[in-house]
């Protein structure tokens, strides 16, 4: 791969050589990918829409400005068509409480005092983590997902979500304080219906 630097390759692009995109691509791709995975836990739904946002990256390449570095263009169609994925699922908090296999009752019991922003951390670390944060943030509305992992796991600022979704910063810390909320009630009932299956 070469060493050329984002803002030359898409000129090739825009000058006609769609080849330089296929290598600006590769060179996204795993951060592109691990971000989808944040949202999603199904690996096929997540490489669904990493490849969706490269083939709109490719589309509105004219449009991208020098300004911003392409990483972050790039960054926010993602987070875009992962909330417009969000929105279309629409999942209920009862659907959380399912059964729970053995490695993560066992792990809720080590995890019981974290917090789950920690719980949403450390799911980059452990499958039983990945999981169950999955399932955390499954019960959340679409909104409130979307700033809970973009702040807890991308390490995003207020403002630099409220300008990826376009929204106010008053709107993401609404948001980040209502999904923190959710979390930390749909954490008790998990942990919960951990103890008594524990205790059955």
Request: aromatic share 8%; with cysteine; charged share 35%.
């Amino acid at each position: 791969m070469s060493a050329k630097p984002d803002e030359e390759l898409i000129a090739e692009v825009l000058g006609g050589d769609s080849g330089a995109f296929t290598e600006l691509a590769e060179r996204h791709r795993p951060r592109v990918e691990r971000l989808c995975r944040r949202f999603f836990s199904d690996e096929e739904m997540a490489r669904d829409i990493a490849q969706e946002s490269f083939i709109r990256a490719f589309t509105a390449l004219a449009t991208y400005r020098a300004e911003m570095p392409f990483g972050g263009w790039l960054r926010a169609i993602v987070v875009n068509l992962c909330y417009d994925e969000l929105r279309r699922r629409r999942r209920r908090p009862e659907e959380l409480i399912g059964d729970f296999s053995a490695p993560e009752v066992q792990w809720m019991q080590t995890a019981n005092v974290a917090s789950p922003e920690d719980l949403v951390g450390e799911a980059e670390q452990r499958r039983e983590a990945y999981d169950l944060a999955h399932r955390l943030l499954d019960t959340l509305k679409a909104e409130d997902r979307m700033v809970m992992v973009l702040k807890e796991s991308e390490d995003m600022s207020v403002s630099e979500i409220a300008q990826t979704l376009g929204w106010s910063e008053a709107k993401v810390k609404i948001r980040a304080f209502r999904a923190r909320q959710a979390l930390r009630k749909q954490a008790e009932r998990m942990l919960a219906a951990g103890r008594n299956r524990l205790q059955s």
